[in-house]
């Protein structure tokens, strides 16, 4: 009676709609969660809306204006320019406002970084509650490619991927499908150990015996039950691919130039730090804002679903 109770699936309906609202409770009762979870969509609403707020402050991050510059192309005045006009000053050499690079960086950033972060949740769990399931071949055969992958130096592959692909293939797109391989093992071999766990409970058994397809166990039975593991992975892997792709950037084999991009400013901030260091706080605050966020919000999410903690 006790296994049948520990061993019981997710329901679909109203059980899922309970433990959603439970998890919400929880999370709500987390004020740094939720201050995260506000920074979040402060950026992704940012992000949506960077067209509407460049038409709204007139500052165009494509645009030019030497005028803010002095003669060795540096931002005129204190603090790096920073004016009523350039909210966060402008960047050197070229004078486009900083304020409204920042603002379109964070569709870079962020649109990269959920792209990426999609794509290696889709290809890990496909791969890990697949062989965790079938095992035989299968499973072995994919095991040792990811053992492979992670023998890697993925920042090096990188690099170099993105530097001898032709530049007429979408710069965005390739660092999204570089950062995405890179990112699927270690959810694969996640999933695969959760799967592993799962498919000796009475209901998966029970299903089997009783003719269900291994399709049907894994949508019906196993990914429910995989379905927080899942949501806590992928909150706290996107903060290492907005990390990746602004390495990417810092190292100037990210997306092309002039488009926005927070890497690219910090990198490019680097050789004005001792000039006027203040170039590089606005980027570099985006930054670590937004990859904090996600961490906090990753971390109690995670606490939230833990049924060991559902009492605290």
Do not use: C
């Not at 060795?72 to 790096?80: L, N, S």
């Not at 350039?86 to 379109?104: C, K, M, Q």
């Not at 965790?132 to 023998?151: E, N, P």
């Not at 009783?210 to 429910?224: C, D, S, Y």
Request: proline content about 6%; hydrophobic content about 50%; cysteine-free.
């Amino acid at each position: 009676m006790t296994a049948n109770v520990v061993d019981r699936p997710v329901s679909a309906s109203a059980g899922q709609t309970t433990g959603f609202r439970a998890v919400v409770r929880r999370v709500r009762r987390d004020r740094w969660a939720v201050a995260a979870a506000v920074v979040i969509a402060v950026f992704v609403v940012v992000a949506i809306a960077a067209p509407l707020i460049a038409a709204v402050t007139g500052r165009d991050p494509y645009r030019y204006d030497v005028d803010a510059l002095n003669d060795f192309g540096a931002p005129r005045g204190a603090a790096g320019g920073v004016s009523g006009e350039h909210w966060f000053g402008v960047e050197p050499l070229t004078g486009r406002d900083l304020f409204a690079i920042v603002t379109y960086g964070a569709r870079t950033s962020l649109g990269i970084g959920l792209a990426a972060t999609a794509m290696s949740i889709v290809i890990g769990v496909l791969v890990g509650v697949t062989t965790g399931f079938l095992g035989g071949w299968y499973d072995r055969v994919l095991s040792r490619v990811v053992d492979v992958i992670f023998g890697f130096p993925s920042l090096v592959f990188m690099i170099a991927l993105t530097a001898v692909v032709p530049t007429s293939f979408p710069k965005p797109l390739l660092v999204v499908l570089v950062i995405g391989f890179f990112g699927w093992p270690s959810v694969a071999r996640v999933v695969r150990g959760q799967t592993l766990s799962l498919v000796s409970r009475n209901y998966v058994v029970a299903s089997t015996a009783m003719g269900a397809g291994r399709w049907h166990v894994i949508r019906k039975q196993l990914l429910p039950n995989l379905a927080a593991t899942i949501t806590v992975y992928a909150t706290i892997s996107i903060p290492s691919m907005i990390g990746a792709e602004a390495a990417l950037s810092f190292l100037a084999v990210g997306v092309n130039p002039p488009t926005p991009s927070w890497g690219r400013s910090i990198g490019d901030a680097i050789g004005w730090v001792q000039t006027d260091p203040m170039y590089l706080v606005f980027p570099g605050a985006a930054l670590f804002l937004i990859t904090l966020a996600f961490n906090v919000l990753g971390d109690a999410l995670r606490d939230a679903l833990d049924p060991r903690g559902a009492d605290r």
